[in-house]
């Protein structure tokens, strides 16, 4: 399932990088239905969810992004980002 799951994502990942992140984004949920650990399509996901204003749903996908993604990069500080403006809007 992961792999097929895998096809799905590269589908969309171009959407995604080209910042069309609510598009991309119903592609990157069901990447993340079969393959839970699919850290670009965790963020993908809960970027498309901030993006749409359902925070409650972007935060967990966000949250699990960090946790699967180690590196100090830019995906790592838009993720810390959108989550920091999901808390101030709380």
């Given at each position: 399932?992961?792999?097929?799951?895998?096809?799905?994502f590269?589908?969309?990942?171009?959407?995604?990088?080209?910042?069309?992140?609510?598009?991309?984004?119903?592609?990157?949920?069901?990447?993340?239905?079969?393959?839970?650990?699919?850290?670009?399509?965790?963020?993908?996901a809960?970027?498309?969810?901030?993006?749409?204003?359902?925070?409650?749903?972007?935060?967990?996908?966000?949250?699990?992004?960090?946790?699967?993604?180690?590196?100090?990069?830019?995906?790592?500080?838009?993720?810390?980002?959108?989550?920091?403006?999901?808390?101030?809007?709380?």
């Amino acid at each position: 399932r992961y792999q097929a799951a895998g096809v799905v994502f590269e589908a969309g990942h171009p959407a995604a990088d080209a910042g069309d992140e609510v598009a991309a984004g119903p592609l990157m949920e069901l990447v993340v239905e079969y393959w839970p650990n699919h850290h670009m399509a965790l963020y993908h996901a809960g970027a498309a969810r901030f993006e749409s204003g359902s925070y409650d749903v972007a935060e967990p996908y966000l949250q699990r992004f960090l946790a699967e993604y180690a590196l100090q990069d830019g995906w790592r500080s838009s993720a810390l980002a959108m989550l920091e403006a999901i808390e101030a809007e709380r």
